[in-house]
């Protein structure tokens, strides 16, 4: 085969692409978050939509040339409200939002009045930073720089309290509540927050970033039929490109569309909403609910299998795609665990536990398999996945225990130089990646 355009122009952008191609294939990606889209959404993405600017809405744009675009992007918002089983007459949507983070902030925006008060999952309970996360000394998210947050939590077992969230609420008065979140393994009462919006005069708002493929395909509860706004990212579970779509009631269409471009944004970028149409096209396909059924059954039995090994898992286990383990029981710290199964080729990402008082040293890690199912792993492959992370996370309660390390930057560098622990290190790495590479993309 002849060298690719990029090869020849760019050789040492190719190696990398060529590296990190390597390590999705081989590597265990357990990030809740992440996915493996298709070549088809690829194709899109990298396609020549990305040279068009069409600043404004389809019809209503400020540059010209628009012909093709305005197709494009009218068939996303169709396919969008299609994908969630919407009515045009009550729902709209826009599509353009870069990404998640982009689209809560559009939200705010156009609902908003800047200091108003917000009230979101609080961070270190499994929210978002965009919900308008800050600490006691520093506001951390442009939410809660611009507007009040006085976020919710959840309880001891890690479970949301709706008795005291209304408690909370009806002393706040907040003018937006939020539901969702990035670490919360249970489904939502949206009606018992729609209850608690109404008593206390706020808009109800769903970020479904991390479980839209449940909604989109009936398989967790449904917030469109009690909230105002729904917003979600596109690259989670629904498995496009990086991307944010916005929902919205008819009635808070200027509002939201106006907050998004001009108030937010620039020309949309036309590549992205073409590869997420392609991806909405996918999600209403019989395959893709049959998907995620699957995904949420490797959830479930990989946080089972993980229990046999001695691991506790937050609320007992999962409604969707992900999971948190508290490996505090087993003697190490979140950052530890995150940085050995790294070291061996799993991926995780550290996270807090209920509890916790530092979101910077973490009890736990977060589990998800919306991309290990991609690849075609079943729950036949979990306890040997579990058997692997329980081999990883022992070694490193042996080196902690044995040399006296509790510093993160002591593991790592304990974990690249010579040891008695490399040939175990070694045959784990091994059988990780011949594990990993069972199911190629
Ligand atoms: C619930 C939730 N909302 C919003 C976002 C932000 O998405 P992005 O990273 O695309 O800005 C995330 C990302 O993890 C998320 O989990």
Redesign the pocket.
């Known amino acids: 085969m002849g060298m690719s355009a990029l090869q020849t122009s760019d050789p040492e952008i190719w190696s990398f692409l060529q590296e990190e191609t390597e390590r999705q294939t081989a590597s265990i990606e357990l990030i809740a978050?992440e996915n493996y889209t298709s070549p088809a959404v690829l194709e899109a993405l990298g396609s020549i939509f990305t040279n068009k600017y069409a600043e404004g809405l389809p019809g209503k744009r400020y540059y010209g040339g628009n012909q093709v675009v305005d197709k494009l992007e009218s068939t996303c918002m169709q396919r969008a409200l299609d994908a969630f089983h919407l009515n045009g007459e009550e729902w709209g949507c826009n599509v353009q939002p870069y990404?998640?983070?982009?689209a809560?902030m559009a939200v705010y925006l156009g609902l908003l009045k800047p200091h108003d008060r917000i009230m979101g999952l609080d961070l270190p309970s499994g929210g978002?930073l965009?919900h308008g996360y800050m600490t006691v000394n520093r506001r951390i998210s442009g939410a809660s720089v611009y507007y009040e947050s006085i976020p919710y939590k959840v309880d001891a077992n890690g479970f949301l309290e709706y008795d005291k969230i209304e408690e909370l609420a009806l002393t706040v008065k907040p003018r937006l509540i939020i539901c969702?979140?990035?670490a919360y393994s249970r489904d939502w009462d949206y009606k018992r927050f729609r209850v608690i919006a109404n008593k206390c005069g706020a808009l109800l708002m769903a970020?479904i970033?991390?479980i839209s493929g449940f909604v989109a395909t009936g398989l967790l509860a449904n917030p469109f039929e009690v909230c105002d706004v729904v917003t979600t990212?596109t690259h989670k579970t629904l498995r496009g490109p990086?991307s944010?779509i916005i929902f919205f009631r008819k009635q808070y269409s200027q509002q939201i569309n106006d907050a998004v471009f001009p108030g937010l944004q620039g020309g949309p970028h036309m590549n992205q909403i073409a590869a997420v149409a392609v991806q909405l096209k996918e999600v209403m396909t019989p395959e893709y609910k049959q998907y995620m059924k699957q995904v949420h059954e490797n959830a479930k039995v990989l946080a089972e299998c993980l229990k046999l090994h001695g691991f506790t898992i937050v609320t007992g286990g999962t409604d969707n795609h992900l999971f948190l383990v508290d490996i505090r029981s087993k003697g190490i710290n979140g950052s530890l665990g995150e940085r050995i199964l790294e070291h061996v080729g799993i991926s995780v990402n550290k996270n807090t536990i209920p509890g916790d008082s530092s979101a910077l040293v973490p009890s736990g890690i977060r589990i998800g398999t919306p991309a290990i199912t991609t690849k075609g792993y079943t729950p036949e492959h979990m306890p040997n996945l579990a058997k692997l992370i329980n081999d990883a996370i022992d070694i490193a309660i042996d080196i902690c225990k044995k040399c006296n390390i509790v510093k993160l930057k002591e593991f790592t560098e304990f974990l690249t130089s010579p040891s008695e622990y490399r040939s175990r290190l070694e045959t784990l790495r091994k059988n990780v990646y011949e594990f990993g590479k069972i199911h190629k993309n």
Not at 99 to 102: L, N
């Open positions: 978050s990404s998640g983070s982009v809560n978002h965009s969702g979140g990035s970020d970033a991390h990212t990086r944010a």
